[in-house]
């Protein structure tokens, strides 16, 4: 079988060349052909059916099936019939390659009009064109693509005499990456290569070696052609012979001048070598070092091998250069290797199972055994592979150190793998960031003070000496005022290290590095969970979703997670002790060194009221906004302008019309002159949704001069107070419904297919639509698989401290999805999410929000949640008091009254609840931890309501939408009763009204012992 089995491409420009050796490589792998040539001579002139026919005809030798096509792909009409001839002869087109091109060259003294126009049309023209045509007929096929452009090295970097040339070429980049971004959704991605190679083009410029065939690019194309390219879009490839590698657009770091200063020519000269970047050798490869020179240099002085090896290591030139001999490749992969496991992530890991043994020249082989979201390695060969890497111990060393880029070194067939799945996966878990990076640069160049592995100097800190390093900064997070009345014992049971206690009491703190006292609660996790989370790499929320947390006492986390608060300052200490760059042996809590300087949090509050006197109430006529700024290690903070006038308030107020997202010190810089807020938002250290609000913003909040010194006397320490008003009053005690308002955002997230056929199967709902594989680009999703994207933000909701819900006593109570267009495989999804109500009732608290999936700009599901919380809240507790019990309704079945239209059967499998937490991800311990089940008052793990829920939609849409989910309008659920594994659940539903094009419909669910566990059940059915 061939990688490209099945599939028809279009290759532009391949009559001969590099066309036609692409045409040869894409056939050889299964593809049936276009040939598409005009004919003409390099630069453009004449036309002809020879070329495109010899060309099919050499094809069809080979056994490759191809069709010629000779039209000129400048021409509209043109491009459209390109496509058409490979709809005509095999029925659908997957494959597009922009290859065409001419070369008029001349410098741009002596270009004239027409040689641009010609350069300009087949190479840029002809790409749009050609893309416009194919992305029009992928759509229409159901999705699911690929496109290939070619740009140049004269377009990336220029080059003498091709202002055309490198014009159309520089479009080119522009246009791949663009479409990278807008064809997602349909399944299409875009890349280019750059390639030189040796052609009729080329073969009188002189510069190009005979040996740079167009055969080395063809296996670039059929690469980014076919599935094993699946994950690889807005990619330029450069292919230059044997070498291969990315070209990437970037920019220097600059320089900023202070107080929002205007440069002068002559600042500009003395600052210049600052603002300019590293320049690169052309080609796109790395600098050449100096120590690489030195060797050189040294080696052809001196002629001694050793010597010049010994600078390559990292050790110093000289006398006794040569004493010390450097670590062996085999000394420095079992060094750095054991780096690789501090890379792994584990929430990336979930599923995975492998043994990856990699075989590696000149050192022993290592093993990293993935299971159960843990990482082991091993030095040797150990177990059965899953998958053999071959590589050599300068390429591993070279990963490891981030100077050779893995997808490069595979494709120069430097990494052989027997597993491309196990590899495609490995490159997701472990990712080396430059802090491993760094390290394992030192101590491959000579330059660390040990290896982190065994053998061979001090051993790293191990994750036992990690956690005594950093837990005692969770003491220094802790805030007194919001402990009032809290007493708790928390032991936190610690995979791999000491067990840590907090005890708290009377406002204060106290911290054991050992079990202590009886626990009014326990938490257990592993060594890496607990760092993640003190170091800021870890959301506490998302590990206790996801399982990686677990506590038997919800009500102390909650109120821990709103009494200790990890700021930015004591996040960057417990990363220093992590990562072994912190000076000292670890974090003390509560000690030495005389009073604290003030923390980020009490300095953005000090000086964030200076902004409202920047304002300019001139500027702001007609101007009404409501701007929060979610400060990384502060209080958010909210401005509201309205009539002239500011409002300010600690906290987020209201519904925000523009969010901005920045760090502490991008705030205090800005507002002390320190920080150019245009440079910090084109750096990306300023994140905001509405530009329009920003450009408003900078024109009515002015900090002059003398505002900018106060903020930088209070930032410095040297100023007596705040300049707003003195000291910040302390803030008022809020109640859960003064949050009412608060929004919440998650990142936006690519509905995979695999979702989609898991979400069905986790629901028993085998609809053949949802489990189509030949039409997995296209899919539609089951219509509760909503909550997938919307789950993330309930649970921020739910585990938000300020409003203090207690998950162990949560149950889904009501919930509503209004769907406005469905939701499909490869749609990207934006979900935002607001909190909407509040209400105590005798029983406990009714709290409610709205989630809202967004899709290109268009709202596709609304879904409207309601939880209860058990006997929370005042209320319940004057009623509990009392002895007052609340009164039960109870619930009559409406079916008798109306025309039934369908009954359902369905019974709750034994693992329904382990599935469904899988597919859905709401791995919450009530549903998979039996015993934590049992201790919050149930008899055992329940089932989801949502899936209670899902059992209900797929009832309504197979038994009077024939099938089709796009016909479900809206579903709305009361969750009245649990519902266990082995439950036989009846779903009946019946007729209440036709208006408006919609069938709507009531329908209930009941248990085997008539028990309703679904009530109040809605649906409308578009006609």
Wanted: neutral net charge; hydrophobic residues 40%; charged residues 25%.
């Amino acid at each position: 079988m061939g990688l490209l089995d099945g599939k028809v491409a279009i290759i532009t420009g391949s009559g001969g060349g590099i066309g036609f050796e692409h045409a040869k490589a894409l056939g050889k792998e299964g593809a049936k052909i276009v040939i598409n040539d005009l004919g003409g001579t390099r630069d453009g002139e004449g036309a002809g059916t020879k070329m495109a026919d010899e060309a099919v005809t050499k094809l069809k030798e080979l056994g490759v099936t191809a069709v010629a096509n000779y039209d000129n792909v400048a021409l509209w009409d043109g491009a459209a019939n390109l496509i058409k001839t490979g709809v005509d002869a095999f029925g659908r087109v997957d494959i597009l390659v922009n290859n065409a091109g001419i070369l008029r060259d001349k410098t741009l003294h002596k270009m004239e009009e027409p040689q641009w126009d010609a350069v300009i049309a087949v190479h840029l023209k002809g790409t749009f064109l050609c893309g416009k045509h194919f992305a029009a007929r992928i759509r229409e096929q159901g999705g699911g693509g690929a496109i290939v452009n070619t740009t140049s090295i004269a377009g990336l970097m220029g080059n003498f005499g091709q202002t055309n040339y490198s014009a159309a070429k520089a479009g080119i980049y522009g246009i791949t990456m663009t479409w990278s971004q807008e064809l997602r959704k349909d399944g299409i991605r875009a890349n280019a290569v750059a390639p030189i190679a040796y052609t009729r083009m080329t073969n009188d410029l002189g510069s190009v070696p005979e040996n740079w065939t167009p055969a080395h690019i063809s296996p670039i194309i059929v690469f980014l052609a076919s599935d094993l390219a699946e994950a690889v879009n807005g990619r330029i490839v450069g292919v230059h012979g044997s070498e291969v590698f990315e070209w990437k657009m970037g920019r220097s770091e600059g320089v900023t001048k202070p107080s929002d200063g205007i440069w002068t020519p002559a600042e500009l000269k003395q600052n210049w070598e600052k603002l300019l970047v590293v320049e690169k050798k052309s080609g796109g490869g790395a600098e050449v070092s100096s120590a690489v020179l030195d060797a050189i240099k040294l080696l052809a002085e001196t002629k001694d091998e050793n010597l010049a090896k010994s600078i390559l290591s990292g050790a110093p030139a000289g006398a006794g250069a040569k004493a010390a001999a450097p670590m062996t490749p085999k000394d420095k992969v079992n060094a750095v290797f054991p780096l690789i496991v501090e890379s792994f992530r584990a929430e990336k890991a979930a599923g995975w199972n492998a043994n990856i043994v990699f075989e590696i020249e000149g050192a022993d082989a290592q093993t990293l055994s993935v299971s159960d979201s843990k990482c082991i390695h091993t030095v040797g060969k150990k177990g059965t592979p899953t998958c053999t890497v071959k590589l050599s111990a300068d390429t591993i060393l070279g990963m490891i150190s981030g100077t050779v880029d893995p997808q490069q070194a595979f494709m120069k067939g430097q990494i052989k793998a027997d597993n491309l799945s196990d590899m495609m996966k490995y490159g997701s878990v472990f990712k080396m960031d430059k802090s491993l990076q760094d390290k394992a640069k030192a101590i491959v160049e000579g330059k660390a003070g040990g290896a982190p592995a065994a053998g061979g100097g001090s051993a790293p800190m191990t994750p036992k000496d990690k956690v005594n390093a950093v837990f005692p900064l969770i003491v220094e997070s802790f805030r007194a005022e919001k402990a009032a009345g809290w007493n708790a014992n928390i032991v936190f049971e610690i995979e791999g290290a000491d067990a840590q206690t907090l005890t708290v009491a009377d406002g204060k703190v106290k911290h054991a590095a050992s079990k202590q006292g009886t626990p009014t609660c326990t938490v257990k996790l592993s060594a890496d969970t607990i760092l993640g989370m003190i170091s800021g790499t870890v959301d506490p929320q998302q590990a206790f979703m996801k399982g990686q947390i677990k506590a038997d006492n919800l009500s102390d986390m909650m109120k821990y997670g709103s009494v200790f608060k990890m700021d930015a300052a004591l996040q960057q200490k417990a990363k220093a002790i992590v990562e072994g760059t912190a000076g000292g042996g670890g974090a003390t809590a509560g000690g030495g060194g005389g009073a604290a300087p003030q923390t980020p949090k009490d300095k953005v509050n000090a000086v964030f009221p200076l902004i409202v006197e920047s304002f300019r109430a001139e500027k702001a006529a007609g101007w009404t906004a409501n701007i929060v700024f979610e400060i990384e290690g502060a209080d958010a903070q909210t401005l509201t302008v309205s009539d002239g006038k500011v409002k300010y308030a600690v906290g987020k107020q209201g519904t925000p019309t523009c969010t901005v997202k920045l760090s502490a010190d991008t705030i205090l810089g800005m507002i002390s002159g320190t920080v150019d807020p245009q440079q910090a938002f084109m750096k990306g250290q300023i994140k905001a949704d509405n530009l329009s609000d920003m450009m408003k913003y900078g024109s009515v909040f002015k900090m002059d001069k003398s505002l900018q010194d106060k903020a930088k006397a209070i930032v410095e320490g040297t100023a007596g107070g705040a300049t707003a008003g003195g000291a910040a009053p302390a803030e008022a005690k809020k109640e859960p419904q003064d949050y009412i308002g608060r929004t919440y955002r998650s990142e936006a997230t690519l509905i995979n297919p695999d979702q989609i056929e898991a979400y069905a199967r986790a629901t028993n709902d085998l609809n053949p639509r949802y489990l189509d594989h030949a039409n997995r680009r296209n899919l539609p999703a089951p219509p509760l698989l909503a909550i997938r994207f919307g789950f993330a933000l309930l649970g921020q909701l739910v585990m938000d401290p300020d409003l203090g819900l207690d998950p162990a006593k949560l149950v889904h109570g009501e919930q509503e999805f209004i769907f406005h267009r469905p939701l499909r495989s490869f749609d990207l999804v934006n979900p935002r999410a607001e909190f909407t109500g509040y209400e105590e009732k005798n029983s406990g608290v009714l709290a409610e929000g709205s989630q809202f999936l967004w899709v290109d700009g268009e709202l596709a599901t609304t879904l409207k949640s309601g939880v209860f919380i058990r006997g929370a809240g005042r209320k319940a507790a004057e009623a509990k008091a009392k002895g007052e019990k609340s009164e039960k309704t109870v619930y009559a079945s409406p079916a008798k009254d109306h025309k039934v239209l369908f009954t359902h059967n369905q019974t709750v499998d034994k693992d329904q609840t382990f599935r469904y937490a899988e597919a859905s991800g709401d791995g919450n311990p009530i549903h998979v931890d039996e015993n934590f089940a049992k201790a919050v008052g149930f008899k055992g793990i329940i089932l989801h309501g949502m899936c209670t829920m899902a059992f209900c939609a797929t009832a309504v849409v197979n038994n009077l939408c024939d099938a089709a989910p796009e016909r479900l309008a809206r579903i709305k659920v009361r969750m009245s009763a649990t519902v266990y594994p082995g439950d036989k659940l009846t779903i009946t539903g019946w007729k209440l009204e036709e208006k408006d094009g919609l069938l709507k419909i009531g329908f209930d669910a009941k248990n085997q012992e008539g028990v309703y566990v679904i009530t109040g059940g809605e649906a409308d059915v578009r006609n």
